[in-house]
């Protein structure tokens, strides 16, 4: 830990664990939080929450640089977004390895996701100059009618722990290239990461003689989140976690007239169908499935695989499961590492349960490892005969339900009646079928892929779901416009002063 800190440049984890404008700010009324290392359930520090006294300094201090920040040309705040892109290439390394410490995740998923910040970064810089509006032709005669873009003013940033620095960049890159300042609350599981990346961009801050551009609140969701979700002076609140806490986020932020973003739950699927390439298929599969041991909101957790071609695939699937090495995330070689807690191992087990109950068998897994560690699991088919409740339902941990269709239209039904949204895949050589799937009849998602799976969505596109996914977008595209306020403008620059639809006032 201690390397991985002095790599980062970081001399110590301030016991003062909230950075706003005017630095790193020591409560001694802060409560501790601990951060405990996944693999080995041991503690790896401990850090000081926000208080009530913290959080009012914070926002207020945010809402002031907004002031300034917004009046900066655009190019010149993608300059800042720019420098802390080239920051993160220099230390992509230590920071990477620390998300796997405090996450989980193994290590090549780390440096994946700094390279995921760096990424958007660089996307950011280029849409800082080209923030467009539309102008568009007036019925009256001298006139001009077009349309801008205004930053929103301080936004809230709530995240979750499968992507502890990656969600935070997609939302604060773009948003501060809008003008917008930006006040964090990340999952109480990785404050130490958060950590890292405050003390990373206060010295880019710092370097451009700005401030109070990026704020870190470190805090329970009951107390600092649920705060920001009411706070009137946070004008949109982008919320990364499950459709429960979903649910009570945008009715807190409705209920002040307020904007929500939405990333929430995914249970998402890959129709495989009789003319698939299986090789590619399974390889896919497992990566959707495996990856981050099943804890991301983009993993695959359904396969509905044609009758013809389930054996082979099932048979496929368990040898390739054979083989997924489990164990420290920090080793080479290991694909697979720890759940995040202790919560999330049993959760596993209860849903394993009720999917038994409901018919389904277990083909492969379905154990917990004691001999690497209280978190750590075995990655788990089960043959489920139908869809069950629990079918329906998000379980964050590597299991996978394998259901068999007999044609096309029964496979999109099987697939769309989930209640979440989020990242579907087909896996098909017939044309006809692959645009069936992206069709107005196909894939309700918000994300849909021919032969790719449901997870790893790049940068240039915009992310997010539709249904209980919650409707939000992050990332790329147009998705900058939701950290604006539009605008549309009429100049008249003529000497009369004629009405819309032709209507006469007086002489």
Same mark, same amino acid.
Request: hydrophobic share 40%; aromatic share 6%.
């Given at each position: 830990m201690?390397?991985l800190l ?6 110590e984890?301030?016991?003062g664990?909230c950075s706003?404008?005017?630095?790193w700010i020591k409560d001694p ?8 290392n996944?693999t080995t359930?041991?503690?790896?520090a401990?850090v000081?929450?926000?208080?009530d ?7 207020s201090?945010?809402?002031?640089a907004?002031?300034?920040w917004?009046?900066i040309?655009a190019?010149?705040?993608g300059?800042?977004?720019?420098d802390?892109a ?5 230390v ?6 620390l998300?796997?410490?405090e996450?989980g995740k193994?290590?090549v998923?780390g440096?994946g996701?700094?390279?995921?910040m760096i990424?958007i ?9 080209q923030?467009?509006g539309l102008t568009m032709h007036s ?5 001009r009618?077009y349309?801008q ?5 301080p936004?809230?940033?709530?995240t979750?722990f499968?992507?502890?620095?990656a969600?935070?960049s997609?939302?604060?890159a773009i ?7 930006v006040?964090?609350k ?5 404050p130490l990461?958060?950590v ?6 206060n010295?880019?801050?710092a370097d451009h003689?700005i ?5 870190l609140?470190?805090g ?5 989140g649920?705060k920001?979700i009411?706070d &009137? @002076? !946070?004008p ?12 009570k *986020? =945008? %009715?807190?932020v409705? &209920? @002040? !007239?307020?904007r929500a973003?939405?990333e ?7 129709? *495989? =169908? %009789?003319d698939a390439?299986?090789?590619?298929a ?21 396969i509905?695989?044609h009758?013809s071609?389930?054996k082979e695939l099932t048979?496929?699937?368990?040898q390739?499961y054979a083989?997924?090495?489990?164990g420290?995330p920090?080793e080479?070689?290991?694909l697979m590492g ?6 999330a ?6 849903a394993?349960e009720?999917?038994?109950e409901d ?5 492969f897994?379905?154990n917990r490892?004691?001999s690497l560690?209280?978190?750590?699991v075995e ?13 329906h339902?998000e379980?964050?941990a590597?299991i ?5 269709y007999?044609?096309l239209?029964?496979a999109?039904r099987?697939?769309?009646e989930v ?6 895949a ?17 894939s309700?998602c918000g994300i849909a892929n021919?032969?790719?799976g ?5 940068i ?5 779901g539709?249904k209980?996914t ?5 990332s ?5 416009k939701?950290?604006m306020r539009r605008?549309?403008n009429?100049?008249?620059w003529?000497t009369?002063?004629p009405?819309?639809?032709?209507i006469?006032?007086?002489?």
């Amino acid at each position: 830990m201690k390397s991985l800190l002095e790599k980062l440049g970081i001399k110590e984890i301030n016991p003062g664990a909230c950075s706003g404008p005017d630095g790193w700010i020591k409560d001694p009324q802060g409560e501790a939080l601990v951060s405990y290392n996944p693999t080995t359930g041991e503690p790896i520090a401990k850090v000081i929450q926000a208080t009530d006294k913290n959080y009012e300094l914070i926002v207020s201090q945010a809402m002031e640089a907004f002031k300034t920040w917004r009046m900066i040309p655009a190019p010149k705040r993608g300059l800042v977004i720019r420098d802390f892109a080239q920051a993160l290439r220099e230390v992509k390394e230590p920071l990477g390895e620390l998300v796997t410490l405090e996450m989980g995740k193994i290590r090549v998923e780390g440096l994946g996701e700094v390279q995921e910040m760096i990424d958007i970064c660089d996307f950011a810089v280029g849409l800082s100059r080209q923030l467009y509006g539309l102008t568009m032709h007036s019925e009256r005669p001298g006139h001009r009618m077009y349309e801008q873009w205004h930053p929103l003013g301080p936004i809230g940033v709530i995240t979750a722990f499968n992507f502890p620095v990656a969600v935070w960049s997609w939302n604060a890159a773009i948003a501060s290239v809008c003008g917008d300042t930006v006040l964090w609350k990340p999952s109480s599981e990785t404050p130490l990461t958060a950590v890292a990346v405050q003390h990373i961009v206060n010295r880019i801050m710092a370097d451009h003689g700005i401030k109070g551009i990026f704020n870190l609140l470190i805090g329970s969701g009951s107390v600092i989140g649920s705060k920001m979700i009411g706070d &009137r @002076r !946070l004008p949109l609140i982008s919320f990364t976690g499950s459709t429960q806490m979903g649910r009570k *986020v =945008a %009715e807190g932020v409705a &209920r @002040r !007239l307020g904007r929500a973003i939405l990333e929430l739950g995914g249970n998402n699927a890959i129709i *495989v =169908a %009789e003319d698939a390439d299986l090789e590619m298929a399974v390889r896919s599969i497992l990566f959707g499935a495996v990856g981050t041991a099943g804890q991301r909101c983009t993993s695959t957790r359904r396969i509905i695989m044609h009758r013809s071609i389930s054996k082979e695939l099932t048979e496929r699937l368990r040898q390739a499961y054979a083989q997924v090495r489990i164990g420290n995330p920090m080793e080479d070689g290991i694909l697979m590492g720890p759940l995040v807690t202790k919560g999330a191992v049993d959760e596993m087990m209860a849903a394993l349960e009720k999917a038994k109950e409901d018919g389904g068998e277990i083909i492969f897994g379905g154990n917990r490892i004691p001999s690497l560690g209280e978190r750590f699991v075995e990655p788990t088919l089960v043959k489920m005969k139908v869809q069950s409740e629990i079918v329906h339902q998000e379980t964050f941990a590597p299991i996978l339900y394998l259901i068999e269709y007999e044609d096309l239209e029964e496979a999109i039904r099987i697939h769309n009646e989930v209640p979440q949204g989020l990242s579907s895949a087909i896996f098909t050589l017939n044309l006809r079928t692959a645009e069936r799937f992206l069709s107005h009849e196909g894939s309700d998602c918000g994300i849909a892929n021919v032969n790719i799976g449901t997870s790893g969505a790049e940068i240039g596109g915009a992310f997010g779901g539709e249904k209980e996914t919650g409707g939000g977008r992050e990332s790329g595209s147009d998705a900058w416009k939701g950290y604006m306020r539009r605008q549309t403008n009429t100049i008249n620059w003529s000497t009369e002063l004629p009405l819309a639809q032709g209507i006469k006032f007086g002489d």
